[in-house]
């Protein structure tokens, strides 16, 4: 099922989906739960990370020359 938006899941009162005044189609949405959000990623990766960047003139990563502060 396609849902609108950043819309994770739509939760539908039983009752009312059940309900025989309304068309089948429809359903009312009673709350929308928003999608979970990723946890920042932690020091240790960020370091790794910037482990990679190489300063040129030196030709060592930044991390092991101490240019990345505590």
Do not use: C, K, W
Not at 18 to 43: G, L
Request: glycine fraction near 4%.
């Amino acid at each position: 099922m396609d849902l609108p938006g950043d819309v994770s899941a739509v939760v539908v009162h039983p009752n009312r989906a059940q309900d025989r005044s309304v068309p089948a189609n429809y359903r009312s949405i009673d709350f929308v739960i928003p999608p979970s959000t990723p946890a920042p990623p932690s020091r240790d990766d960020v370091l790794e990370l910037l482990r990679a960047v190489v300063d040129p003139e030196l030709g060592a990563d930044i991390v092991s020359l101490g240019m990345v502060p505590s």
